[in-house]
Each structure stands twice: as C-alpha cells, then as structure tokens.
C-alpha cells in the first residue's frame, strides 16, 4: 500500500511503500534518519513533525496557485518542443523544477485534464480529447 508524507512546513512529500500505516511510520523513520533530518530521531518525534495525507490529489492541493502557473507553463513549452511524449513529462518536472515525483505525476494529469479547458482552440484544432463521447458511430471509425 502507498502512503504520502508531508513534513509540517509542506517542503518535502515523502512517498512510502508498506503493508500498513504502522510499518509506513518506521520506514519513514528510517528514511528520514538516512536524510539527516534534523529532530527526526525516534517515532514519536517523526511523528510529530510529519503528517500522512490520503491522496496524491492532496498533495497536488498542497501546491499554490502561482507555483501551479510555473508547472503548467513549464509542460506547455515542453510540449511545444516537442522534447519528448507528454506521458513521459513527469521526470522532466522532477528534474528541472525539482519537484517530487508523486506532486509531478499529479501535477502532470492535472495539466492533462484541464488542456482543452485552459487551451480551447489549440484543442479543437489538434483534436485533443475533451472527456465528451463521440455524437456519432462515424467519430468512432476515424
């Protein structure tokens, strides 16, 4: 099972993989001893300074408006470049924004889900899907 992290100050998502919550904690411990993350030195103190959040839409929430901008206008120019297939754009975010990769991959299908609303003519144009099923058996063929 997946468990999202957050420190307190929001700065750092910490992604653990573990059969429950319980095991999720002391992994987390562990890592956040590997880190040498300062305070971070027993459970109880880990705790203390993280929380678990339930969903990577939470942690993309987690991001403000104005950063959210950034991101976009960042995939946007990817895309335009042509660099590579925007389904493979998440490490891009990772590595140039430094973002972590579960906000990128939220980030990233959110960009995704709102293209035709945040682009309308450039999504007309292209045919980008727009979640509406076809009006016709034709549209199915093409």
Same mark, same amino acid.
């Given at each position: 099972m997946r468990y999202l992290f957050t420190d307190n100050d929001k700065g750092k998502l910490w992604d653990v993989h573990a059969r429950d919550l319980g095991q999720?904690?002391?992994?987390?411990?562990?890592?956040?001893? %590997?880190?040498?993350?300062?305070?971070?030195?027993?459970? &109880?103190?880990? #705790?203390?300074?993280?929380?678990?959040?339930?969903?990577? %839409?939470?942690?993309?929430?987690?991001?403000?408006?104005? &950063?959210?901008? #950034?991101?976009f206008l960042f995939l946007d120019g990817l895309r335009e470049s042509g660099t590579t297939n925007m389904f493979g754009a998440s490490p891009y975010l990772v590595r140039e924004l430094g973002l972590d990769k579960s906000v990128a991959r939220a980030l990233l299908s959110e960009w995704m889900m709102t293209f035709s609303q945040r682009h309308p003519k450039e999504a007309k144009k292209e045919n980008v899907c727009t979640n509406k099923r076809p009006t016709s058996q034709k549209n199915l063929l093409v």
């Open positions: 999720a904690w002391l992994l987390l411990l562990q890592e956040a001893q %590997e880190a040498e993350l300062p305070g971070c030195t027993t459970l &109880e103190a880990c #705790k203390s300074m993280f929380e678990c959040i339930d969903s990577i %839409e939470e942690a993309s929430a987690m991001i403000n408006d104005e &950063e959210k901008d #950034k991101v």
